[in-house]
């Protein structure tokens, strides 16, 4: 077979065996360098494989133009954390599908994205965990507990809406408070705890975050409640129990649905991790008196109620 004919044979060969998405970017975008959000980077790169092109920023090196380039291309830009995906959503261009990780829920759904952008280019896993896991390790490690503690604010209205329809399913109640700024955490802390067995967190940029959370846990230990966190830097910190999703975790299922958009063009709905871990801190517990469950035990009830 002559030379030309054969390289052009392995040409078209390779062209049928290539896959789809060969000529896409994926732009991972990280709200800060290290961390959680390397973590969840480096669970994304793992999960897409070697095949894809991958080009990873730090926001600190991206200009508003730069995302207004990328963003007019056919790429998939993939955000890790808060300030990302807001910087992402102010400068989008519109034409370059979005998929957001390590994101709350209301943040995501709050999130202003150019009208060109149908629902199947803008998706999300978000970081905090689905109401019925919250509640359900409530249920699991403080089966005698009927109140149940809620700080939020008004970002977390819808959030606040599903907890309390979960509830009801399982036989608790919600002693919920609404704050609008800093200085309202504190007084309504001491307004809700003596009234709650347990105090539920949920992430919410003005009642539980870096600035705060110390002096949140140092009230509720000094009024003997145990707090259910969602992440295993608050369960560190002094929650006694805590359910979430890690940076790892949701890296991999992000790398699930960047799949997707690479072998069709769409993206499945925003969803929260199916995989998460849970984590104690047995000596707050041991000092409220607290006498938890085992860890295997409840892992099984939260995979059953979360299926």
């Known amino acids: 077979m002559p030379r030309r004919i054969l390289i052009l044979c392995l040409c078209l060969c390779w062209l049928v065996n290539a896959p789809a998405w060969a000529g896409d970017v994926i732009h991972l975008i990280l709200s800060d360098q290290g961390g959680a959000y390397q973590e969840a980077a480096e669970a994304f790169r793992d999960g897409i494989g070697q095949r894809q092109a991958i080009k990873v920023w730090s926001l600190a090196d991206l200009s508003a133009s730069q995302v207004q380039d990328i963003t007019r291309t056919t790429d998939l830009i993939v955000p ?8 992402i959503a102010e ?8 998929l957001s990780l390590m994101i ?11 009208v060109s952008l149908g629902r ?19 249920a699991a490690a403080f089966p005698a507990a009927r109140r ?28 919920m408070e609404t704050v609008d700024a800093a200085d309202d955490v504190a007084p309504a802390l001491r307004r809700v705890l003596p009234e709650s067995d347990v105090l539920l967190l ?29 992440s295993q830097g608050l369960s560190k910190a002094g929650a006694v129990a805590s359910v979430y999703s890690s940076p790892a975790q949701i890296g991999s299922q992000g790398a699930l649905m960047a799949t997707r958009w690479l072998q069709g063009g769409e993206l499945p709905p925003p969803q929260h991790a ?34």
């Open 274 to 307: 199916g995989e998460f871990s849970i984590a104690f801190n047995s000596h707050v517990a041991r000092s409220l008196g607290v006498l938890l469950p085992k860890e295997d035990d409840i892992r099984r009830k939260l995979g059953a109620q979360s299926e």
């Open 148 to 175: 149940v503690g809620l700080l939020i604010s008004a970002e977390n209205a819808a959030v606040a809406k599903l907890l309390t329809q979960e509830a009801v399913r399982h036989n608790l109640k919600l002693n």
């Open 202 to 230: 949920v992430p919410d940029a003005i009642a539980i975050n870096a600035g705060n959370a110390q002096n949140v846990l140092l009230t509720t230990y000094r009024f003997r409640v145990p707090v259910i966190g969602f």
């Open 104 to 114: 709350p829920r209301a943040v995501s759904e709050k999130l202003q994205w150019p």
């Open 120 to 138: 199947k280019k803008i998706s999300a896993v978000y970081i905090d965990q689905l109401a019925n896991r919250s509640l359900g390790l409530i």
């Open 80 to 87: 890790v954390g808060v300030k990302a995906a807001r910087f």
């Open 91 to 98: 400068h989008h261009a519109g034409q370059a599908a979005v």
